[in-house]
């Protein structure tokens, strides 16, 4: 079966970068960006720290590559606006260039105290305002040698999606916690297993078994091509592989 879904490239920054050099990464990126986005079946975005987010945004259109490379933000609030100090709502990001969030990453389940139930009230939010989001799960390492991982997948699929319409557009990206940052990725037919157990999920439970599906976990040039070639893999969430525009490119099959 050949894939017809895009292939997605997604850069998550998270707490790294500046100003200065995120302009650099989108002057670097325009030679290559521009004569293979374009062509290909590709979606590449990138989700720098917020308050880089309309530098980022200014600076892609000071190139002219607003049609090529997408921008996303890596966590937003699930109100549009009032009392809560240090956050920003979705509304915000939008105005500021996003077009995908993050949400459920599990830096924020774990240090930041985020349960399903909060990711799905952010998810819920995003979605109603056409903020595309990019749900998040995955397993710990002790709960995936329990033998729990689709069992913790499947609830943050269902209580993360509880409150979404149905026919909602998003993407869901499975990043097994033990591969995030630690250079050892899933092994292609592992990360494939997951997805392809996603995929079924959202075909019985939401009638929608063609939204995008990425893996996320060490992705990098090294690795990318073959994990990028399973049948329900869509693409990467990449973080460490994504600082550098080089690197970034590399991915592009
Ligand atoms: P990594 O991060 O590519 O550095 O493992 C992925 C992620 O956290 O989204």
Redesign the pocket.
């Known amino acids: 079966m050949s894939k017809t879904r895009p292939l997605h490239l997604f850069g998550?920054w998270?707490m790294n970068m500046s100003g200065a050099k995120t302009e650099s990464f989108f002057e670097a990126l325009l030679p290559v960006a521009s004569v293979r986005g374009k062509n290909k079946n590709v979606v590449l975005s990138i989700f720098p720290p917020s308050i880089y987010l309309e530098r980022a945004y200014r600076t892609i259109r000071k190139l002219g590559l607003e049609e090529i490379i997408f921008l996303g933000v890596q966590n937003v609030f699930s109100k549009g606006s009032g009392a809560f100090t240090g956050e920003i709502s979705p509304e915000m990001a939008m105005d500021a260039g996003a077009r995908y969030a993050?949400l459920g990453?599990?830096?924020r389940r774990s240090l930041f105290g985020e349960s399903p139930e909060i990711v799905g009230e952010k998810v819920t939010y995003c979605a109603s305002k056409g903020l595309l989001p990019v749900l998040?799960v995955g397993e710990t390492l002790c709960e995936r040698e329990e033998g729990r991982a689709w069992e913790i997948i499947e609830r943050q699929l269902s209580v993360g999606l509880a409150g979404v319409e149905k026919s909602s557009p998003l993407i869901v990206?499975y990043?097994p916690v033990w591969?995030?940052?630690?250079g050892r990725?899933a092994s292609p037919q592992d990360a494939e297993a997951m997805c392809r157990s996603i995929r079924r999920w959202l075909g019985d439970a939401r009638n929608s078994p063609d939204l995008p599906i990425l893996y996320?976990?060490?992705?990098?040039p090294g690795n990318s091509r073959e994990l990028f070639s399973m049948d329900n893999i869509d693409g990467?969430?990449?973080?460490?592989?994504?600082l550098d525009p080089d690197t970034f490119v590399a991915m592009i099959p």
């Not at 591969?179 to 630690?182: P, R």
């Open positions: 998550n998270k993050i990453h599990s830096e998040c990206a990043e591969a995030i940052g630690t990725s996320g976990g060490s992705v990098n990467g969430l990449i973080g460490g592989a994504s």
